[in-house]
């Protein structure tokens, strides 16, 4: 649903010089977060890249509590905060951290600390407090207004595939922002601001928020729940008439579920989902929502509900409608073949006789740059486009080749890159922790690594016996503290 | 390191070249500048006229008083002027015989009256490295013969971008080769020792010939009357550099090879050869643990070997397998799915319409026409099955494929959900891989509904065939299309 803007008070706004509102409610609700983090080296899994900082803004919450967007805190090494944009810098901790939802809560253990500040007023509902929408930041240690405009609600893509929360776009004539800005209406807060793109944020609203807030309060936070659905529009007279629909199309065409996901085995491939959670689906996957007007079906599976709730589906299955009950599950990226992020996990790798292994996750390839998508190698390419989404029982994760340090230990493999490993001494591998396993059993004197067909050769054969001192030696003089790690 | 395809032919080239005798002639009486008026057709809308322009290369006469020239100079003619040295007056000639895939085509005369007294160049041999040679063509489309000289700087196996799969032996040198150079002769002593065929965008002042092997393997493959192109070994091997990987295959101290990886299906090596079969020499030609020969006293790899014989010719190879040794003889056949993989030339397109969708064959050409960067753009299904799948998987039998590439938009189609490039497996339940089989299938089918099922994703798609069928004249109508089809 789209909000038309009454400019008048935003231009008003805009007239007075910054910090000329002192006594505006957002000083005192409103902190500076200063993040120091150090991601982790994709290609020297072992160490870390060069340290950097970065700022967000932080909502006061009741509670000692501070609101931020979750992906400010990614690889945090030092989290800081600073009342009225002004030190002293005060070091505060992770209350809770959602990735998927994109919303994190810290508090600080200094005392006092929140003694002068003042929790906002949240909305229940972004779009409920009227039209005079504008954001607040501290810039320069003055608080800066600007004004906001209701362009258009989306359903976003998370961390997770088809995992849907909705943001809303707002145009604004805020500068480098997204970066945790409250947005207001009237006096209460009706979002934070998580990115910026132009002249256009996106803000993760209230109702996600209060969500958000409630589930953190449970004695266990419940996540939310993915719908975990691969599906086609059913837009076209032939399509329906052929799965027994008579008049207008209605509904999506199911074409898989991804495994072990909330639908598995539930919703089955060419079942025409008509109806989830009481809401009719349209044929384009779209559904009315009671607020934002049509919406993607995924971001049924979050609003309003949590992973475990069980939402009723109506289908039409075998050209007869049948009712089926779905149960909600969270699901984590790592459940992907190829996860397409490690929230602040370091990268499980292996280095055996100079090869260097590790789990081929997303966050690895976009190592190759901003156009990462175009630059990795085509083999990778083609297996995260065709199979990031496919585990199977026998094959839960992709184990990569990323380098060799060369040595005579390893002559012959040297220029060796991006193969992925598909068997270790005759095993088959799908874990760092099963090559480990695997490394104990050599066959006949030798370690066989055996890769499917890509760059180089595919199988490499090394002499077992000095095997475990070749390592250590080639460790040493490249100087890879750790021979190891494994997931936790 | 892994071999790549590689095209074999060509018996020695002392055995099959005609040498022409006599007294020495002038190099450019013998060297003509070729007019190509092309009309290339849109694989994107088959049904069109296509693109027209032209292009201007050289060539030279040889004997029989043909003459020889690049593939890529003739490609796509529609109409071929000949020029000959301070002649204006055009000849018009045509495409005798063409080979894409060592870019090397022969062109006769409407009238060979013109040419009777024309001097035929005769053939030498792989020119020494650092040795002098001169090459002579009609650069930039002038009109005026030019030679520029420089010396052999480099043999080596590279790839021939005119059909962009193969890739023989080719000679560097920095005598300017410029576009229309293309197609004449590389002269040493009188004599010719190469085609000048391509440059490199990336190197200054480097053109690159091809050296008189591949063209005595082009001509001696024409003897019967038909060129049949280079056949493959279709085998991928590694280099044996690792002493481990050495003692775990049973090699002897002093023994060499090369470890067979992949055998491709349908080709010569699959027949006789097993993975992981140790290579240990090749024709006749020791391998060593690196996958190269020493071949007319340079070491290039082993895949020039096979690169000397004709389709049917035998290759003997002696190997190890589970450590006992033997030798077995490859006969070498030609690659059918390779042309696919391969730049197109002088072909209509296959296509067919029916309801406005437009289907054709999964090939190079059709791929293109996804975008200029296919490669990474395209849907990876297309990629992986064109070019990685038939060098991956051993079980997997390289054929043909058949996909949706335009929807022409139609009440009858516009609704319903359609997917481009995207590989079809069944048509009404039949499974399809030719254009071919798509219209057998639809023209078959009686049901109410045309059913496509697409091999990736579970996709599905459904016209009503009734209505379908009604409109289908219509919809070629008002698309000006002349044709529903080309098979």
Same mark, same amino acid.
């Given at each position: #649903?789209?909000?038309?803007?009454?400019?008048?008070?935003?231009?008003?706004?805009?007239?007075?010089?910054?910090?000329?509102?002192?006594?505006?409610?957002?000083?005192?609700?409103?902190?500076?977060?200063?993040?120091?983090?150090?991601?982790?080296?994709?290609?020297?899994?072992?160490?870390?890249?060069?340290?950097?900082?970065?700022?967000?803004?932080?909502?006061? #919450?009741?509670?000692?509590?501070?609101?931020?967007?979750?992906?400010?805190?990614?690889?945090?090494?030092?989290?800081?905060?600073?009342?009225?944009?002004?030190?002293?810098?005060?070091?505060?901790?992770?209350?809770?951290?959602?990735?998927?939802?994109?919303?994190?809560?810290?508090?600080?253990?200094?005392?006092?600390?929140?003694?002068?500040?003042?929790?906002?007023?949240?909305?229940?509902?972004?779009?409920?407090?009227?039209?005079?929408?504008?954001?607040?930041?501290?810039?320069?240690?003055?608080?800066?207004?600007?004004?906001?405009?209701?362009?258009?609600?989306?359903?976003?893509?998370?961390?997770?595939?088809?995992?849907?929360?909705?943001?809303?776009?707002?145009?604004?004539?805020?500068?480098?922002?997204?970066?945790?800005?409250?947005?207001?209406?009237?006096?209460? #807060?009706?979002?934070?601001?998580?990115?910026?793109?132009?002249?256009?944020?996106?803000?993760?609203?209230?109702?996600?928020?209060?969500?958000?807030?409630?589930?953190?309060?449970?004695?266990?936070?419940?996540?939310?729940?993915?719908?975990?659905?691969?599906?086609?529009?059913?837009?076209?007279?032939?399509?329906?008439?052929?799965?027994?629909?008579?008049?207008?199309?209605?509904?999506?065409?199911?074409?898989?579920?991804?495994?072990?996901?909330?639908?598995?085995?539930?919703?089955?491939?060419?079942?025409?989902?008509?109806?989830?959670?009481?809401?009719a689906i349209n044929s384009q996957g779209d559904y009315l929502h009671p607020r934002y007007g049509l919406m993607g079906l995924n971001l049924i599976a979050t609003d309003g509900h949590y992973a475990g709730d069980v939402l009723t589906a109506k289908v039409l299955r075998n050209k007869e409608e049948t009712t089926v009950e779905v149960p909600l599950k969270n699901t984590q990226p790592s459940a992907a073949l190829i996860p397409a992020a490690r929230p602040d996990l370091p990268p499980p790798y292996l280095v055996a006789g100079g090869f260097v292994f590790r789990e081929l996750d997303v966050p690895y390839l976009k190592a190759w740059g901003k156009d990462w998508e175009n630059n990795i190698p085509p083999t990778l390419r083609i297996l995260n486009e065709m199979r990031s989404e496919s585990p199977t029982p026998e094959q839960q994760r992709l184990i990569v080749l990323t380098d060799v340090f060369p040595d005579d230990y390893n002559l012959g493999y040297h220029e060796m890159a991006q193969n992925i490993v598909k068997s270790v001494n005759g095993r088959s591998i799908d874990s760092i922790r099963e090559m480990e396993e695997a490394f104990q059993h050599p066959e006949d004197g030798f370690h066989v690594i055996e890769f499917l067909p890509g760059y180089g050769t595919s199988k490499v054969i090394l002499d077992a016996a000095p095997f475990k001192d070749a390592t250590a030696a080639i460790m040493e003089k490249y100087q890879i503290p750790t021979r190891i790690r494994l997931n936790p | 390191m892994r071999h790549r395809i590689r095209f074999c032919g060509a018996v020695l080239l002392a055995l099959s070249i005609q040498w022409t005798a006599g007294a020495q002639a002038r190099v450019e009486d013998s060297v003509v500048k070729i007019m190509n008026q092309y009309n290339r057709f849109s694989w994107y809308a088959p049904w069109e006229s296509g693109a027209t322009g032209s292009g201007m290369g050289s060539g030279f006469v040889i004997s029989g008083k043909r003459i020889l020239t690049n593939a890529h100079v003739v490609s796509d003619s529609a109409m071929l002027l000949v020029y000959f040295y301070n002649d204006p007056t055009p000849y018009p000639a045509r495409v005798a015989a063409i080979g894409h895939d060592c870019d090397l085509a022969i062109l006769e005369l409407a009238d060979p009256s013109r040419i009777a007294e024309v001097p035929e160049l005769e053939f030498d041999a792989l020119p020494p490295l650092?040795?002098?040679?001169?090459?002579?063509?009609?650069?930039?489309?002038?009109?005026?013969?030019?030679?520029?000289?420089?010396?052999?700087?480099?043999?080596?196996?590279?790839?021939?971008?005119?059909?962009?799969?193969?890739?023989?032996?080719?000679?560097?040198?920095?005598?300017?080769?410029?576009?229309?150079?293309?197609?004449?002769?590389?002269?040493?002593?009188?004599?010719?020792?190469?085609?000048?065929?391509?440059?490199?965008?990336?190197?200054?002042?480097?053109?690159?010939?091809?050296?008189?092997?591949?063209?005595?393997?082009?001509?001696?493959d024409l003897k019967d009357g038909k060129y049949d192109g280079y056949p493959e070994l279709g085998l991928f091997a590694a280099t044996l550099d690792s002493p481990a990987a050495r003692r775990y295959a049973g090699m002897k101290e002093g023994e060499t090879g090369i470890r067979v990886e992949h055998l491709i299906r349908g080709c010569g090596a699959e027949t006789v050869l097993q993975k992981d079969d140790i290579i240990t020499s090749i024709g006749g030609y020791p391998v060593a643990n690196d996958g190269t020969v020493e071949w007319n006293g340079m070491r290039l790899d082993f895949g020039i070997v096979a690169d000397q014989l004709q389709k049917g010719e035998t290759l003997p190879v002696e190997l190890i397998r589970a450590k006992g040794r033997m030798m077995v003889e490859i006969e070498l056949n030609h690659y059918n799915p390779l042309e696919a993989k391969s730049n197109l030339y002088d072909i209509k397109p296959t296509y067919f319409v029916y309801a406005g969708l437009v289907f054709a064959p999964l090939n190079r050409e059709t791929i293109k026409t996804y975008s200029e960067k296919w490669v990474q753009e395209a849907p990876q299904e297309l990629v992986n099955e064109m070019y990685f799948r038939y060098l991956e998987d051993n079980d997997f039998a390289d054929a043909p494929q058949v996909m949706v590439i335009r929807r022409l938009d139609h009440e009858v189609n516009v609704e319903e959900m359609l997917y481009t490039y995207r590989l079809l497996d069944t048509v009404n339940g039949k499974t399809v891989r030719t254009v071919a089989d798509v219209v057998e299938a639809i023209e078959g089918n009686t049901a109410d509904q045309h059913l496509i099922r697409l091999q990736h994703g579970n996709r599905l798609m459904v016209l009503n065939r009734e209505e379908a069928d009604a409109v289908n004249t219509e919809i070629l109508e008002k698309y000006a299309i002349p044709k529903d089809r080309n098979l």
């Open positions: #649903m789209n909000k038309l803007l009454l400019p008048f008070l935003s231009l008003l706004l805009l007239a007075l010089p910054a910090g000329a509102r002192p006594d505006h409610p957002a000083e005192y609700q409103l902190v500076t977060v200063r993040v120091t983090y150090q991601a982790w080296n994709e290609y020297r899994p072992w160490q870390k890249a060069k340290p950097r900082n970065r700022t967000c803004l932080g909502t006061v #919450m009741p509670g000692n509590r501070i609101l931020v967007p979750a992906a400010y805190l990614d690889d945090a090494t030092l989290i800081q905060l600073e009342k009225f944009d002004r030190p002293p810098r005060i070091p505060a901790r992770i209350v809770h951290c959602d990735n998927q939802v994109g919303l994190a809560i810290l508090t600080t253990d200094e005392p006092g600390f929140f003694d002068n500040l003042k929790p906002v007023d949240l909305a229940e509902t972004a779009d409920a407090e009227g039209e005079d929408f504008y954001c607040v930041a501290w810039k320069s240690s003055q608080l800066t207004f600007s004004s906001c405009r209701w362009s258009q609600v989306k359903v976003f893509k998370s961390s997770v595939p088809y995992f849907g929360y909705a943001g809303i776009y707002f145009i604004t004539d805020l500068k480098s922002g997204g970066r945790g800005e409250p947005v207001f209406s009237g006096d209460r #807060m009706i979002g934070i601001a998580r990115s910026q793109s132009g002249n256009r944020i996106t803000v993760i609203p209230a109702e996600l928020i209060q969500a958000y807030l409630h589930a953190v309060d449970l004695p266990e936070y419940p996540s939310f729940g993915r719908l975990g659905i691969d599906y086609q529009y059913n837009r076209g007279k032939a399509q329906a008439a052929h799965f027994g629909q008579t008049g207008a199309p209605a509904g999506i065409l199911i074409r898989s579920c991804f495994p072990n996901g909330s639908a598995d085995g539930i919703l089955l491939p060419d079942d025409i989902l008509l109806e989830l959670d009481g809401h | 650092r040795s002098r040679v001169v090459t002579y063509g009609y650069p930039a489309g002038g009109k005026l013969l030019s030679s520029t000289a420089g010396v052999v700087s480099r043999i080596e196996v590279k790839d021939y971008v005119h059909s962009g799969m193969d890739s023989h032996l080719t000679v560097q040198t920095d005598a300017a080769i410029n576009p229309g150079n293309s197609g004449g002769p590389v002269i040493q002593d009188g004599k010719v020792v190469g085609v000048a065929f391509q440059g490199n965008q990336q190197l200054e002042n480097m053109g690159f010939f091809i050296p008189v092997q591949v063209v005595d393997h082009f001509l001696t």
